[in-house]
């Protein structure tokens, strides 16, 4: 399949694997990108000596290309930036904030730089600051989010820019990726689903938790914090969430309630106190795949849908 993201990118599939922090290592970006897509390292809150590591990792297991994520509130954003340049990473998309401080380095390094956005004004402002591509995220997807649903924020940003779009949020069969592509979108960013990847190397428990979600199993936090954050139900997310609508509870120490939580759910596997971040597709992720069935089942199933959607035009 070719579209203007293949092409950009230099891979078969349009498909992009989300910067999962702490699930995204160099690992399962290796295999995604050795099945035909992208696969992209997140770089979280870790500093760029860790980041090299991964890196090389991915290097080691796959000659194809891949991305690293930056997440732009991270502390060691700065020194990951150079880093990037420094090993001449492909491409870099970016979350959590914008990333035009760095881009012109970036750009001038060679880097396909790709940010996620929420809104048509972020959109057009990484697109005038030399984006090769956007990544529409809508609130459905795991992790953090934003408003829009994907359904009306991808035609919008199609509108609004000449650059390929990427849609993410809510995507784990062929039927949504066909979706999407009619709404204008060229290219896919799957997380969800590649959280039960056969390379993906977070605890059992959390890959069980993903297998076993029911339709109303997700939940999002820290809109009261201006960044909210979409999980799979738990003990630890429902405390949080009651926690925002308690006045006595400082914002200060909600931030200290989520520190560590997805490391605890993705690590340790803790039933309790983790945070299993999913998007609201987790109750359609059924079984464990390799990286590369999960992109060919995503595909094969877009192929049938879109062939079959003639019968609805005389």
């Keep these: 399949m070719k579209t203007r993201i293949t092409e950009l990118l230099g891979i078969e599939y349009p498909i992009l694997q989300g910067g ?21 390292i997140a770089a979280m809150n870790a500093d760029a000596e860790t980041l090299r590591t991964q890196i090389q990792i991915a290097r080691s297991l796959t000659n194809k290309p891949f991305g690293v994520n ?15 340049t420094e090993e001449k990473v492909p491409v870099v ?8 401080p760095y881009m012109p380095a970036w750009l001038e390094a060679g880097i396909r730089v790709i940010p996620v956005i929420a809104s048509v004004a972020m959109a057009k402002r990484v697109v005038r600051a030399g984006a090769s591509a956007v990544i529409a995220e809508g609130g459905e997807a795991g992790g953090h989010v934003g408003e829009i649903t994907t359904m009306a924020l991808v035609p919008q940003i199609c509108d ?48 069980d938790k993903v297998l076993k979600a029911k339709d109303i199993d997700t939940l999002t936090t820290g809109k009261r914090l201006g960044h909210p954050v979409r999980a799979l139900k738990t003990p630890f997310s429902r405390n949080l969430l009651q926690a925002e609508y308690n006045a006595d509870i400082s914002n200060e120490q909600l931030e200290e309630m989520g520190a560590g939580s997805l490391r605890r759910a993705a690590v340790d596997g803790d039933l309790q106190e983790g945070a299993f971040m999913a998007g609201q597709v987790a109750a359609m992720v059924t079984k464990e795949q390799a990286a590369a069935d999960i992109i060919r089942d995503i595909f094969d199933g877009m192929e049938t849908c879109l062939k079959g959607a003639s019968k609805w035009v005389e």
């Design 160 to 207: 609004a820019v000449d650059v390929p779009v990427i849609a993410a949020g809510g995507i784990a069969d062929g039927r949504q990726a066909a979706a999407v592509f009619m709404l204008g979108a060229e290219g896919l960013q799957v997380g969800t689903r590649f959280l039960v990847a056969e390379e993906c190397g977070i605890h059992q428990a959390y890959k």
């Design 93 to 100: 998309t970016t979350g959590a904030g914008s990333p035009t």
């Design 20 to 40: 999962m922090a702490w699930v995204a290592d160099g690992k399962l970006a290796a295999a995604v990108s050795n099945g035909g897509g992208l696969g992209i």
């Design 70 to 84: 930056v997440m732009l509130m991270s502390p060691f954003t700065a020194e990951v930036a150079v880093l990037l």
